[in-house]
Structure formats: C-alpha cells, structure tokens
C-alpha cells in the first residue's frame, strides 16, 4: 500500500511558476513509475507527465512539452513537477500516482496503470 500527498498547489499570475511534490510513504517508492494528472472544472482528468522508476526517462503531454518538467528523489520519497510558463489553461486540480511497475509503456498516460492516488492539490493561473 502506497500512501501519496501532493503539496505546493496555489494561485499565480499567468507567465509564473510552481513546484508540486508529492510525497509517499512505504519503502518500496523507488520501485514505481509515478505519473501527475490534472483535471480542470467540467473536464475529464487528463495526462501530464510520467517517470520512471529510475527517473532514466520520462514522457510529457503535448501541452506542457517544454514548460514543464517532472522528477524524482528517491531517498526523500518524493516526484516534482516543475510548472513554468504557467498559462490560465492550466488551472486544475493535480493529481499524482504510483504505477505497479518501475517502467512506463503505451499506457503510461492513462488512469488505468496508475494503482495509487493522492488527493490532489489545486493549482489556479490567473489571467
């Protein structure tokens, strides 16, 4: 059992910036590819980014490719994303993940090969 807590989440004006971290307990973090999602109001929750395991590689939506960047500790327990560039678009509520295995694949994106959940911390961009 993976507990997740994610954090940093506020307002900023649009053009600025966030870190979110999303702390986990247990030991067998480094274990598990870890995602970030977000869900905006009225919308379905949507793909942000993903890392391994072994943070080797890493894959980002389309449309934060470039502004935002996700990492990890593994002797802290903890995955970031690094939110620059931030737009009113990206206002939501964020979400992070622990995946059962350490790599990620063609499903890496979707709700469905993520096995924990945090409860989310919301982030606003004002216009």
């Known amino acids: 059992q993976v507990q997740l807590v994610e954090s940093g989440g506020g307002l900023v004006q649009d053009g600025g910036s966030l870190r979110l971290s999303c702390a986990a307990s247990?030991?067998?973090?480094?274990?598990?590819?870890m995602g970030w999602f977000r869900q905006a109001p009225g919308k379905e929750r949507e793909f942000v980014a993903a890392?391994?395991?072994?943070?080797?590689?890493?894959t980002y939506a389309d449309s934060v490719k470039g502004r935002f960047t996700i990492s990890r500790d593994n002797a802290k327990n903890t995955v970031y994303l690094q939110m620059n560039s931030l737009k009113p678009e990206d206002t939501a509520v964020y979400y992070c993940?622990?995946?059962?295995?350490?790599?990620?694949?063609?499903?890496?994106?979707?709700?469905?090969?993520?096995?924990?959940w945090g409860q989310g911390t919301q982030v606003t961009v004002s216009s």
């Open positions: 993940a622990a995946a059962g295995s350490c790599q990620l694949n063609s499903d890496s994106n979707k709700d469905r090969y993520y096995d924990y």
């Open positions: 247990g030991r067998t973090f480094s274990r598990y590819a």
């Open positions: 890392i391994t395991c072994t943070a080797n590689r890493n």
